[in-house]
């Protein structure tokens, strides 16, 4: 009886340390980074960061794919992008759907996260999974002050996502309420035409 009652006891224990084992691994380096981001602790932030040979700033959500910067342009937290760029954060490291950090500017109508993201040169047709680029969502959201950014960044308006198979310039045409964003648009030359600047002699 004590024999069965002391294998039982073996089997839970070993059951309890399975369990245990997730809950442990999702309090790893990268979570607790990820962590002291979303609650803007920067002192410890910063204290994972500068472990040597660290690659912590691009660490990843493990559901989601977010990264530090995401999370920060996400909360339209320049300081925080600042910051985390120049500790080495990947412009253009992407989430599980595909979306770079200037896509999530643009979808978040965050113009100066867009203004942030492309000095820092990131990829300015950089489109997620389903083929939209940062310009297709910028117009999505009505954002002129961003389309503008990325139309002046050499954004290319004729490319069409993977949906619908449509481009920033269709999107913008028939949307009615587009505004100076359709003018914009329709003003924008193609890609690798250089704009009319008036009429030549």
């Known amino acids: 009886m004590n024999g069965i009652k002391g294998r039982s006891g073996l089997v839970m224990a070993a059951i309890a340390l399975a369990l245990a084992a997730p809950a442990a691994a999702q ?7 990820l962590k002291a981001v979303r609650d803007k602790d920067v002192m410890k932030a910063k204290g994972f960061i500068d472990k040597p040979g660290s690659t912590i700033i691009n660490a990843r959500d493990g559901d989601s794919g977010e990264t530090a910067l ?18 080495g954060a990947d412009p253009n490291l ?8 200037l896509g999530v ?9 867009v203004r942030v993201m492309l000095a820092s040169r990131a990829q300015v047709d950089g489109a997620n999974n389903r083929g939209e680029t940062p310009l297709i969502k910028a117009v999505h959201m ?3 002050t961003s389309v503008q950014y990325l139309l002046n960044a050499g954004a290319d308006p ?3 996502d993977n949906l619908a198979g449509m481009s920033a310039r269709d999107y913008a045409a028939r949307d ?11 003003e924008a030359p193609k890609k690798g035409e250089k704009k009319s600047m008036g009429p030549s002699l």
């Open 105 to 113: 500017a643009a979808m978040n109508a965050f113009p100066d996260g």
């Open 70 to 87: 995401m999370i920060a342009i996400k909360r339209r937290d320049t300081p925080w992008m600042g910051f985390l760029l120049q500790n």
């Open 176 to 186: 009615i309420r587009s505004g100076p964003i359709g003018k914009a648009l329709s």
């Open 158 to 160: 004729d490319r069409t």
């Open 94 to 101: 992407r989430d599980r759907d595909g979306n770079t950090p």
């Open 27 to 33: 309090f790893s380096d990268g979570y607790n980074f």
């Open 142 to 144: 009505r954002d002129a």
